[in-house]
């Protein structure tokens, strides 16, 4: 505080650098019953008037383990390692389902609440996590269904490790919201990447180990195949459902977690650095 010439006193403002985040981490908890309900809200629409309801999240799999099945099982005759190819396939689908339905609904979150962003402040980041929350809903539904299938069906019970899964869940989920993050930040300036993310989306669902166990893949290339990171997920997640049949390679596991680690980091980074332009450009 200085005294000007006429008397008056002059005030002199300091910002310090790191606290704008300190407070974006409090606004987050701040705003935590906005995420609830924005995650309930989009539950509630995206089975609004459909006739069979949640079931759409079980379908959607098992119509393409069946389709899988046939496809690499029948006609390519690919190994799977003495369990029923159809739960190797369905254990695949599930982490592939909620890493591409986490992607593809978030990149398309912003401009969905653009009425939201327009009008109110709040933590923008909010809106995509939401997003990716829902599509663990489905998830969710589609494991149970998968258990009474690998069950009642094929009369296969998971092993204890099952419960290791949730590891490698978290995986999925950071991997999910890295990239969902980018990709919804760049659908707010470039309007294109809304036709972008399904093709995507359709050619990671067949160069992922989906249909397949990526120890087919030559070994000089694994590494070099598991810089996707649905690859170490969908790995562990067969691990942790058929046990030693589906044998783990870490050094893969390592790769995608240090590459979904990345990505979260520097989607956060690019979504931060690009959220206070939202509003103008939605």
């Known amino acids: 505080m200085d005294a000007g010439g006429n008397g008056e006193k002059k005030y002199t403002l300091h910002i310090s650098p790191g606290k704008a985040e300190l407070n974006y981490f409090k606004d987050l908890w701040r705003y935590r019953e906005l995420f609830l309900f924005l995650a309930w809200r989009d ?6 008037q459909t006739i069979i309801g949640v079931l759409w999240s079980v ?17 390519a005759n690919l190994p799977s390692n003495g369990v029923p190819y159809g739960i190797m396939v369905f254990a695949g689908i599930l982490p592939w389902q909620f890493f591409s339905n986490s992607l593809s609904d978030s990149g398309n979150s912003l401009i969905g609440n653009s009425h939201l962003i327009s009008k109110v402040y709040f933590p923008r980041i909010i809106i995509p996590t939401s997003s990716v929350i829902v599509s663990l809903i489905d998830f969710l539904i589609a ?14 019970v998971p092993p204890m490790s099952i419960v290791l899964i949730i590891p490698f869940l978290a995986l999925a989920f950071l991997a999910s919201l890295g990239l969902g993050f980018f990709v919804s930040a760049l659908t707010v300036k470039y309007r294109d990447f809304r036709y972008i993310v399904p093709f995507i989306v359709q050619f990671g669902l067949y160069v992922s180990p989906v249909g397949f166990m990526s120890s087919i893949v030559p070994e000089k290339w694994r590494l070099l195949y598991s810089l996707n990171p ?32 990345i990505l979260f980091l520097l989607g956060f980074k690019y979504f931060r650095s690009t959220e206070k332009d939202f509003a103008d450009v939605i």
């Open 43 to 48: 539950v509630l629409v995206r089975y609004k």
């Open 143 to 156: 494991f149970i269904i998968m258990l009474a299938i690998m069950i009642l069906w094929y009369s296969f």
């Open 59 to 75: 379908l959607r799999p098992l119509i393409t383990m069946i389709i899988f099945t046939v496809v690499f099982s029948k006609l």
């Open 230 to 261: 649905v690859v170490g997920v969908i790995d562990g997640f067969r691990w942790a459902i058929l046990g030693a049949s589906q044998p783990l390679w870490w050094p893969g596991v390592a790769v995608s977690f240090a590459v979904s680690s």
